[in-house]
């Protein structure tokens, strides 16, 4: 038992000498060259720091009005000209119809926009889907 004990504790210690060795400057590692920063990464991927939620109603006119809300949750970059689908779905889940909204708002990073849209739905429609698909980010 303690011969197995000194044997790993042997290994321990060589693989740990082995690990500590310098293996040269460490700025021209690739890896670390390669790494981004927070704001490249939000400016980069806008679609996965903004949420769109909402809902719908008929007006009087039998207009559907979307009444919607658009959250920034990056942490350092605004978005502006925000583009979000509209889809209007029947009762078995088909696609009726597809529109796109742009929203010439900025929205900066941890806050809401508000925006609302009139639309001739198509005739069968049960539900309405809201997705962003693209966004510009404010330099």
Request: glycine share 6%.
């Amino acid at each position: 038992m303690i011969k197995n004990f000194l044997l790993s504790a042997i290994a321990l210690m060589f693989i740990v000498s082995c690990n500590n060795q310098k293996t040269g400057d460490k700025s021209k590692d690739p890896y670390k060259s390669s790494k981004l920063t927070i704001e490249q990464i939000e400016q980069q991927n806008p679609l996965r720091f903004l949420e769109v939620s909402g809902k719908d109603k008929h007006n009087l006119i039998g207009q559907t009005v979307v009444k919607g809300e658009i959250a920034n949750k990056a942490t350092v970059v605004t978005y502006k000209d925000i583009s979000v689908s509209i889809k209007f779905i029947s009762k078995t889940g088909a696609v009726l119809e597809e529109d796109e909204e742009v929203i010439y708002e900025e929205v900066k990073p941890g806050s809401n926009i508000n925006f609302k849209s009139k639309f001739f739905a198509p005739k069968g429609t049960e539900e309405v889907k809201m997705k962003i698909i693209k966004a510009v980010s404010v330099h």
